[in-house]
């Protein structure tokens, strides 16, 4: 019953200070670590020892996971290099630097335990950097590079740490330390993509969501244990599955189970992640009763837990520094540059890892301290300086504007690609079937494209189908829960009626809550494929107030306006009535044009469907 309740607290506890952070602005890794530490001091609050099992097997499997079926597998090997270094090779000049700081500064603790205190501050947490990333706005680019960095760097630090705990057991050749990284590397590598080609192999044949949802719930930890058996590395193994089935869930998933996996792995991300900070600051109150049971004077225990947060910080800003400086193929501005150096945080793992560090280590106790030490500093120092930062170094979040204009220029691709489809198909159409489906499929792409729209204060066709479909599907909602009380329909029957209502009005439009997120400044296209003929037609000057005179002429009013680079013609986009723009194309072939609304420079080629 202690048990039960001590588990009901401590989710509470995560709720709540998740919709406290939201209110105040601050992370909920942050105040939550906090928390915890000031609960550990109060007497009701039992005392909570994490233990490393716990954490590497039970915590750090789905927390993996979760994020890796959500990262793109694209932007990570368009970025593998930059992530590969940061993963590998800036771990082990982080274990190597810590290691001779605390050599230094302790005295008889010795190489080995202080090669694995190193190992165990080194990696950065992915949690608490894509956490604090995300809800600043920092550039997409760098969130790849820290979430995939933080995907792998734990494989790096806990080979190296098994071998410093070798070491204090008895001593390790040079010679195993390689064996073992590659074998770790390798060998998790193989395991992972035999998982995935397990896992795809049962999900083309499965229908269920449910049970499709079972089979992700066990993937992770068959990943992690079957990798660790065969002492590869179980981080690696569950990363590379993850990565691969997240990438290939538009194949072998149906959209039924992708949207209830969604769903469930982001509730499940979100209670592990903050429960996981609150842990941590849980442990406070035991790890400082410990330490002042030390032989070292406590001024040598505060300057060497200050001298590894110091390093560990240090360290990683020089690598960044020195690396962006020594590469010359597509670098990084060298703000995003520092803001990834900033944004080495250390979460779970690495307190987790110091309780692998055998208790008959010299000055275990300290050590302990230090790895607590790493995780609160950075997570409160760095945590909360980013966003200043980011705004003082003038680091540009992703920009609403361009993501509404990618996302409509993709849709209306897609659009295309179905209506060719549409066409090829063999069938007899008595019903106007096909007519149903152009509308439909029409009404979705305009809502995209009337989400740039930036006439002020005026609902564009697809906010006012939204609103005025939303308060029907209220009152169709109200009258199925009347009947409901009646008790004369089934209930499973009342459960289906009310789950396509929830259905319909989750695909409703958001348009209001998107446009408002899209800036009225200056939105232009600044990337993607340049077709012959958007280089041909640059972009101009828009003509001064700018109005479609068919539209005029025909008493109707338009939506938005785009002007033809050919002839300069103005006409109205396809959500108005008149749909006049497209129509002067199919008339004249003029392929491109740009859009003619207040302070957009963004261009259209209808030849090749590309937005310039």
Request: charged share 15%; hydrophobic share 50%; net charge negative.
């Given at each position: 019953m202690e048990l039960a309740l001590l588990l009901v607290s401590m989710a509470a506890v995560v709720l709540a200070g998740a919709a406290v952070s939201d209110r105040l602005h601050v992370p909920a890794p942050l105040l939550l670590i906090v928390v915890g530490a000031a609960a550990s001091y109060v007497p009701i609050v039992p005392t909570i020892h994490l233990e490393s099992e716990v954490v590497l097997l039970g915590l750090l499997p789905p927390l993996l996971y979760s994020a890796a079926i959500q990262t793109s597998l694209v932007d990570f090997n368009a970025n593998r290099g930059t992530i590969l270094r940061l993963s590998v090779l800036l771990i082990v000049v982080t274990t190597a630097a810590v290691g001779a700081v605390v050599q230094w500064l302790v005295p008889g603790v010795g190489w080995a335990a202080a090669i694995a205190i190193g190992a165990v501050v080194a990696p950065p947490d992915a949690v608490a950097a894509t956490a604090v990333a995300r809800r600043i706005g920092l550039p997409r680019r760098v969130v790849t590079i820290l979430e995939g960095e933080s995907l792998f760097n734990d494989a790096t630090a806990l080979v190296a740490l098994r071998t410093a705990v070798a070491a204090l057991a008895g001593g390790v050749a040079l010679a195993e330390v390689g064996v073992d990284f590659v074998r770790a590397a390798g060998g998790g590598l193989l395991i992972g993509i035999g998982v995935f080609l397990l896992v795809a192999w049962l999900r083309k044949r499965i229908t269920d969501p449910l049970m499709d949802t079972a089979i992700s719930f066990l993937t992770p930890f068959a990943a992690f244990v079957a990798a660790e058996e065969v002492h590869a590395s179980g981080v690696i193994s569950v990363v590379v599955a993850g990565l691969l089935l997240g990438h290939k869930a538009p194949i072998i998933q149906t959209a039924q189970s992708r949207i209830t996996e969604r769903i469930t792995w982001r509730t499940v991300a979100f209670v592990l992640e903050n429960t996981v900070f609150l842990l941590i600051g849980?442990?406070?109150?035991?790890?400082?009763e410990d330490v002042s049971e030390s032989t070292l004077p406590t001024g040598r225990i505060v300057l060497v837990c200050a001298a590894t947060l110091v390093t560990v910080v240090v360290v990683r800003l020089a690598y960044m520094h020195t690396t962006w400086l020594l590469r010359r193929h597509d670098p990084l501005p060298p703000s995003w540059t520092?803001?990834?150096?900033?944004?080495?945080?250390?979460?779970?793992?690495?307190?987790?890892?110091?309780?692998?560090?055998?208790?008959?280590?010299?000055?275990?106790?300290?050590?302990?301290?230090?790895?607590?030490?790493?995780?609160?500093?950075?997570?409160?120092?760095?945590?909360?300086?980013?966003?200043?930062?980011?705004?003082?170094?003038?680091?540009?979040?992703?920009?609403?504007?361009?993501?509404?204009?990618?996302?409509?220029?993709?849709?209306?691709?897609?659009?295309?690609?179905?209506?060719?489809?549409?066409?090829?198909?063999?069938?007899?159409?008595?019903?106007?079937?096909?007519?149903?489906?152009?509308?439909?499929?029409?009404?979705?792409?305009?809502?995209?494209?009337?989400?740039?729209?930036?006439?002020?204060?005026?609902?564009?066709?697809?906010?006012?189908?939204?609103?005025?479909?939303?308060?029907?599907?209220?009152?169709?909602?109200?009258?199925?829960?009347?009947?409901?009380?009646?008790?004369?329909?089934?209930?499973?029957?009342?459960?289906?009626?009310?789950?396509?209502?929830?259905?319909?009005?989750?695909?409703l439009d958001a348009g209001s809550a998107a446009r408002a997120g899209v800036r009225t400044g200056s939105l232009a296209f600044t990337g993607g494929r340049q077709c012959d003929d958007l280089v041909e037609h640059p972009v101009v000057e828009t003509a001064p107030d700018p109005g479609c005179e068919e539209c005029l002429a025909d008493g109707t009013r338009w939506v938005s306006l785009r002007q033809c680079l050919e002839c300069d013609h103005v006409g109205c986009c396809d959500s108005s009535v008149g749909k006049h723009a497209t129509a002067h194309f199919h008339e004249t072939l003029h392929p491109v044009v740009q859009s003619a609304q207040p302070d957009e420079s963004w261009r259209w080629c209808y030849v090749h469907n590309l937005t310039g």
């Amino acid at each position: 019953m202690e048990l039960a309740l001590l588990l009901v607290s401590m989710a509470a506890v995560v709720l709540a200070g998740a919709a406290v952070s939201d209110r105040l602005h601050v992370p909920a890794p942050l105040l939550l670590i906090v928390v915890g530490a000031a609960a550990s001091y109060v007497p009701i609050v039992p005392t909570i020892h994490l233990e490393s099992e716990v954490v590497l097997l039970g915590l750090l499997p789905p927390l993996l996971y979760s994020a890796a079926i959500q990262t793109s597998l694209v932007d990570f090997n368009a970025n593998r290099g930059t992530i590969l270094r940061l993963s590998v090779l800036l771990i082990v000049v982080t274990t190597a630097a810590v290691g001779a700081v605390v050599q230094w500064l302790v005295p008889g603790v010795g190489w080995a335990a202080a090669i694995a205190i190193g190992a165990v501050v080194a990696p950065p947490d992915a949690v608490a950097a894509t956490a604090v990333a995300r809800r600043i706005g920092l550039p997409r680019r760098v969130v790849t590079i820290l979430e995939g960095e933080s995907l792998f760097n734990d494989a790096t630090a806990l080979v190296a740490l098994r071998t410093a705990v070798a070491a204090l057991a008895g001593g390790v050749a040079l010679a195993e330390v390689g064996v073992d990284f590659v074998r770790a590397a390798g060998g998790g590598l193989l395991i992972g993509i035999g998982v995935f080609l397990l896992v795809a192999w049962l999900r083309k044949r499965i229908t269920d969501p449910l049970m499709d949802t079972a089979i992700s719930f066990l993937t992770p930890f068959a990943a992690f244990v079957a990798a660790e058996e065969v002492h590869a590395s179980g981080v690696i193994s569950v990363v590379v599955a993850g990565l691969l089935l997240g990438h290939k869930a538009p194949i072998i998933q149906t959209a039924q189970s992708r949207i209830t996996e969604r769903i469930t792995w982001r509730t499940v991300a979100f209670v592990l992640e903050n429960t996981v900070f609150l842990l941590i600051g849980l442990q406070l109150d035991w790890i400082l009763e410990d330490v002042s049971e030390s032989t070292l004077p406590t001024g040598r225990i505060v300057l060497v837990c200050a001298a590894t947060l110091v390093t560990v910080v240090v360290v990683r800003l020089a690598y960044m520094h020195t690396t962006w400086l020594l590469r010359r193929h597509d670098p990084l501005p060298p703000s995003w540059t520092f803001l990834i150096g900033w944004a080495g945080m250390r979460g779970v793992v690495t307190l987790a890892a110091a309780f692998i560090i055998p208790e008959d280590a010299p000055h275990r106790e300290v050590l302990l301290l230090i790895a607590f030490t790493v995780v609160a500093g950075t997570l409160l120092i760095q945590g909360l300086t980013l966003p200043l930062l980011t705004r003082l170094l003038g680091v540009p979040a992703p920009d609403p504007a361009e993501d509404a204009l990618a996302r409509a220029t993709l849709l209306q691709q897609a659009a295309d690609a179905g209506f060719k489809r549409l066409e090829e198909l063999d069938y007899e159409d008595h019903h106007g079937v096909a007519a149903t489906i152009r509308s439909r499929l029409d009404q979705r792409t305009f809502a995209a494209w009337e989400q740039l729209a930036t006439t002020v204060d005026e609902e564009t066709p697809s906010e006012l189908y939204a609103r005025i479909r939303g308060e029907m599907i209220e009152a169709e909602r109200a009258k199925v829960l009347k009947v409901r009380s009646n008790g004369k329909v089934p209930s499973e029957v009342v459960s289906q009626v009310l789950g396509m209502l929830d259905i319909e009005e989750s695909m409703l439009d958001a348009g209001s809550a998107a446009r408002a997120g899209v800036r009225t400044g200056s939105l232009a296209f600044t990337g993607g494929r340049q077709c012959d003929d958007l280089v041909e037609h640059p972009v101009v000057e828009t003509a001064p107030d700018p109005g479609c005179e068919e539209c005029l002429a025909d008493g109707t009013r338009w939506v938005s306006l785009r002007q033809c680079l050919e002839c300069d013609h103005v006409g109205c986009c396809d959500s108005s009535v008149g749909k006049h723009a497209t129509a002067h194309f199919h008339e004249t072939l003029h392929p491109v044009v740009q859009s003619a609304q207040p302070d957009e420079s963004w261009r259209w080629c209808y030849v090749h469907n590309l937005t310039g």
